[in-house]
């Protein structure tokens, strides 16, 4: 069974960065996609980007030019880079893994096979 297990989330001033992590394990990660989506108190989980099996990527528009979301198979991880952060950044943050490996699926919850259980970032204005 695949499990995802996500970290690097904290508390940090508006303007700065954090890098999360998600660890898999229990599969072979370099033949899935796989997504980052948060989810604000209140609201509903949202896509922030995704990344596919050979490292194609797509975003959010809120977060085109300060994320980056990045994979290293050999080390069964992706991971998303946040710079410049703001206020509104401020969410749960879950990682997920799909089979279905293209730019169109990783935008859909749905499509997801597994995920994690959540880091939580915090920007403090």
């Known amino acids: 069974q695949v499990h995802l297990v996500e970290s690097g989330g904290g508390l940090v001033q508006s303007g700065g960065s954090l890098r999360l992590s998600c660890v898999i394990s229990?599969?072979?990660?370099?033949?899935?996609?796989a997504g980052w989506f948060r989810q604000a108190p209140g609201k509903q989980r949202e896509l922030v980007g995704g990344i596919t099996s050979d490292g194609s990527t797509n975003y959010v528009d809120s977060v085109k030019g300060r994320f980056t979301i990045s994979r290293d198979n050999a080390k069964n991880t992706v991971y998303l880079q946040m710079d410049r952060v703001e206020p509104a950044d401020t969410a749960v943050y879950y990682c997920?893994?799909?089979?279905?490996?293209?730019?169109?699926?990783?935008?859909?919850?749905?499509?997801?096979?597994?995920w994690g259980q959540g880091t939580q970032v915090t920007v403090s204005s």
């Open positions: 229990g599969g072979v990660f370099g033949i899935y996609a």
């Open positions: 997920g893994i799909q089979e279905e490996n293209n730019l169109r699926t990783v935008r859909d919850p749905n499509n997801y096979d597994a």
